[in-house]
């Protein structure tokens, strides 16, 4: 499970920010406890602000990290794809990443440095009986590896001032390298992140096969979209369509998926991304959750990944939203605002104590929010508007 992610520098984030997962109520079902690490996690975070805040960079770089491990090695090799704050002194300056989280029961930490041209800093410590211990660290090209681990010897021939070591170790199946390098790149990326030639594959795969099919039909029938099933045709040219065959008054229909409506297709391609995280105790991460989904559909989304039954292996929904009706179904730990500074970065804090207030844990947070209570809202203000109209002086 994720624990935190902190990321300095990259799109509209400047200063440091970091998403906590950590619960402040623990003593509720949904927070996981953690032995190891002496705390509990959270299943779900909500990031909440204005257009133009960055809320939407925050799970960029979420992200960014995730495609860098996984692709690193073959993709960069002129530079290296950095993107950062574009005012002041921050364009010289490196991009910075720390992600923590709890694989097995044991805390693992990566950190990262690094610009354009090279990677100036990269380590990946584990915490045994609660206590650092280092796997590996580079410095440069320069790496240090753990005592026991000469099977990872290998990646000082591979390294290169544009590839990161994690990349490189992954391939050498050291099961400590290996364990935090799956679970990063097993983040599930939807919403306006997906690709569209791809959008709906993962979930296509589910209903292939017998139990997967079950259970994907199971999520399908829960949106109560009056679908019965699916069909698949047999592949023609590498391409298959797709039915969904509908209750009516009449008897069952088919209808090509192209037809159907964009909250159906939305809850569609969700499928195979939720039951994957649940299945594997993954990470999801959906920016714009309210795009196309109903509010109920959105909250019933949220609480599958609190249901301990439905959810036990501890699967993580990370989702950017507007719709302030989802905050009646999170718990005050699991909000989190973005604003605007003065100088256009972004700034990111966490609800349960905004500005330095404990926020009550009785509080309804979606009146409190519309009311303006905790700001992260935008400002319209209309006098230019109306002079350029000629309707003020």
């Given amino acids: 499970m994720l624990v935190r992610f902190e990321v300095t520098n990259f799109r509209s984030i400047a200063a440091p920010v970091e998403l906590s997962m950590v619960a402040v109520d623990r003593d509720r079902p949904a927070a996981r406890d953690q032995p190891m690490l002496g705390e509990s996690l959270l299943p779900v975070a909500a990031v909440y602000g204005p257009n133009a805040s960055g809320k939407s960079n925050v799970a960029a770089a979420l992200r960014w990290l995730r495609d860098a491990v996984a692709h690193s090695l073959r993709t960069w090799e002129e530079d290296i794809p950095t993107e950062p704050f574009a005012f002041g002194p921050w364009p010289s300056r490196p991009t910075e990443f720390a992600y923590e989280a709890v694989i097995d029961g044991v805390r693992f930490e990566y950190l990262l440095e690094l610009n354009a041209r090279r990677v100036e800093f990269e380590a990946l410590f584990h915490y045994p009986e609660k206590k650092r211990r280092r796997i590996f660290e580079r410095v440069g090209t320069e790496l240090k590896l753990q005592r ?61 096969a017998g139990d997967d099919r079950s259970q994907s039909l199971a999520l399908l029938r829960l949106a109560d979209l009056g679908i019965d099933d699916v069909v698949l045709d047999a592949p023609e040219r590498g391409l298959r369509r797709i039915w969904f065959v509908h209750n009516t008054a009449a008897g069952s229909a088919p209808l090509n998926i192209i037809e159907e409506s964009k909250g159906t297709l939305a809850w569609f391609r969700l499928i195979g991304p939720v039951l994957t995280a649940l299945r594997h105790g993954s990470l999801l ?53 973005t604003e605007k500074n ?51 002086g």
């Fill in 148 to 208: 026991g681990l000469g099977a990872l010897s290998g990646t000082r021939e591979l390294l290169t001032d544009r590839t990161l070591a994690l990349s490189v170790a992954r391939r050498f199946d050291e099961p400590l390298v290996s364990s935090f390098a799956d679970e990063l790149i097993r983040i599930a990326v939807e919403g306006l992140f997906a690709q569209p030639k791809t959008w709906h594959q993962r979930t296509v795969e589910w209903f292939e």
């Fill in 285 to 337: 991460l959906c920016d714009e959750l309210d795009a196309s989904l109903h509010p109920t559909l959105s909250a019933q989304l949220i609480d599958l990944f609190h249901d301990p039954v439905i959810n036990p292996r501890g699967a993580q929904l990370v989702f950017t939203s507007h719709d302030t009706s989802l905050l009646n179904h999170l718990n005050r730990d699991e909000v989190w605002l």
């Fill in 342 to 392: 003065p100088d256009g970065s972004t700034r990111l804090g966490a609800l349960a104590d905004f500005a330095g207030e404990r926020v009550r844990k009785s509080q309804n947070l979606e009146t409190a929010y519309l009311h303006g209570r905790f700001g992260a809202l935008p400002q319209p203000d209309r006098a230019e508007l109306l002079r350029e109209l000629g309707l003020a």
